[in-house]
């Protein structure tokens, strides 16, 4: 009734009109939407949909959660399965660039070091120290997948795609962050057990007492040699293996998120990738396997070692072993990003919550 008194007095008559006429103009300029959306209620809800939301809601985290996990699980399956298979060519590429000119030089090429090892202990002698890489191939492959698709998680756009930057920065992340974790010590224990193959009388008789004897006399920081060129040789390597396989299948699928790339051509994407992280970066492996032979005493630091191979063996010294070393990365590669979007496309179907 107070309402009606008002408005017989005309107190509120002016101020009730130019309501209505504002409310008028506006509503005429509605978008169709909301038209659309007038036409069906009478009141107009503009948080009906969470636009924010769209691609992290529950129905996204079937595909898209739990990257890391599933990244961890399915990398260490794959560096169990890859390294059983090549192996044989990390070993020829390991006794090779551990070869040195002159008098101490022992084999002449890819053959005879092949030659001599099959010769002197048999096929089972290109398989020295492959207990070393199998304790230590699958948490290095655990810990480089399980950073890359937690990094990719957090640097990927609204369209869950990569930028270039991103592709780089993320692969160079996963190399670092197998360097510290499992690399280094792996890397370095597998080059002693082998370099200690070479001398006439061999001193370990296994993976645990050769272990023991090097942190023995050298302590922990005995496996852990070279892990500046370490961190350099993986960061790098994963940096340009990641960036060429993503922007391949990127290349393949026209940024196309549903679209999937066969496995073989996942395979022959990976050996492509692989082959360019060993012509960018065999020096830096060369030098880190001086580092963690058993001769690093005579290096001051990888600047030191870098320096007296480049004295005393030449500029060609630091690309010794790139031929191996390109046949094993390749299929290294070409087979570990094959096996690993395999598993990661299982896992994206079985285990959808994780």
């Known amino acids: 009734m107070e309402v009606f008194r008002i408005m017989r007095n005309g ?15 506006f509503s005429q300029h509605r978008s169709p939407l909301q038209h659309d959306m007038s036409s069906r209620t009478n009141c107009y809800n503009p948080f009906q949909q969470r636009y924010w939301m769209a691609d992290r809601g529950a129905a996204a985290a079937a595909s898209g ?14 560096g169990g399965i890859e390294i059983c298979i090549t192996y044989p060519t990390e070993y020829v590429k390991t006794q090779l660039q551990l070869d040195e000119k002159g008098t101490q030089k022992k084999y002449k090429g890819i053959v005879d070091c092949v030659r001599q090892t099959v010769s002197q202990r ?74 200690d193959q070479r001398s006439p009388n061999p001193r370990y008789k296994g993976f645990v007492h050769g272990v023991g004897c090097i942190i023995k006399a050298e302590g922990i920081g005995g ?24 922007s391949l299948k990127d290349l393949y699928t026209g ?55 480049l004295k005393k063996e030449g500029l060609s010294a630091f690309y010794k072993g790139t031929v191996p070393r390109l046949g094993r990365v390749c299929l290294d590669v070409g087979i570990t990003f094959m096996i690993y979007d395999s598993f990661m496309d299982l896992f994206n179907k079985v285990f959808t919550k994780i």
């Open 65 to 78: 959660g739990g990257g890391g996990l599933k990244g961890i699980i399915a990398g260490g399956i794959t």
């Open 255 to 309: 940024n196309n998120n549903n679209k999937s790339v066969p496995k073989p051509l996942v395979g022959i994407f990976g050996a492509i990738a692989g082959a360019a992280s060993v012509f960018c970066n065999t020096p830096l492996d060369v030098v880190k396997t001086r580092m963690q032979g058993l001769e690093a005493s005579k290096y001051l630091n990888t600047f030191d070692c870098a320096v007296k191979i």
């Open 11 to 25: 107190s509120m008559n002016q101020s009730f009109i130019k309501f209505l006429q504002i409310n008028s103009i």
């Open 122 to 195: 048999g096929v089972v002698g290109l398989y020295r120290g492959l207990s070393v890489l199998i304790y230590g191939s699958i948490p290095k492959s655990a810990a480089r997948f399980g950073a890359f698709e937690s990094l990719k998680n957090v640097m990927k756009n609204e369209q869950g795609q990569l930028n270039s930057s991103a592709k780089l920065l993320s692969g160079l992340g996963a190399g670092v962050c197998e360097a510290v974790f499992a690399v280094t010590p792996m890397e370095t224990i597998k080059v002693k057990f082998i370099n």
């Open 223 to 246: 496996i852990y040699k070279g892990l500046t060129p370490t961190i350099l040789k993986q960061g790098s390597n994963q940096a340009i293996r990641f960036y060429v396989l993503l």
